[in-house]
């Protein structure tokens, strides 16, 4: 008994010696890209459509920014109307004022879209070109202006 207790302590200690000296693996990241951020665009809505699910075909919106959160702040005050034709897909939530079933032109309301954050510097036509390409992710409509 004595003679085999040496070697049950080194076949022990063998797998612990492996373990140890393996070096931990850097983990993969996906996202190499720059971060998204969600844009808020409150303004008049019009020339909205739905997306068809009968002939998957895209829907779209317009809407005249009047204010937007602080990521998309060179567009506050602008008027600038921002078209996003083909970008109200199927998974883009809708959200109707009380009672109505239908949404009027001239509404307000908000869109929200999630886009890579910008820089600082990038001016209102940029930020457009760059928000238009990119699918709506919730339109709301909160009704007639009052």
Known sequence: MKRFLPFVIAALMIPGVALAKTSPTKATHTNHGKAKVQFI??????????????TPANGSITINVMHSNRHGRVLNGSNTPLTFTGMVTSSTKIALADGVTVMADNDNGVVKVRAPKQPKG?????????????????????????
Request: proline share 5%.
């Open 122 to 146: 990038m001016s209102a036509a940029d930020l457009a070109a760059v928000l238009t390409g990119m699918p709506v992710r919730q339109i709301i409509d909160k009704g007639p202006s009052s």
């Open 41 to 54: 665009l409150r303004g008049q809505l019009s020339a909205y459509t739905a997306f068809d699910s009968v």
